[in-house]
């Protein structure tokens, strides 16, 4: 499912404040500022909660 653009343009993770994007494939909301985070879309709401966020693996730094 995909994430409205003009949603998308307002969106922020709520963890560093950085733009999110859409991995389709994945079904998350991806930050791309400096934490990495990626918060799940559960039928097509994003779900943009810290608890709920998949951290980084730390092996990929």
Known sequence: MTID???LAILACPNCR???RHDEAASELVCT???GFAYPVRD???VLLVDEA???DASSS
Request: aromatic share 0%.
């Open 5 to 7: 653009a003009a949603l």
């Open 44 to 46: 097509g709401i994003p």
């Open 33 to 35: 500022g400096e934490c």
């Open 18 to 20: 950085g733009p999110l």
């Open 54 to 56: 998949r951290q980084p």
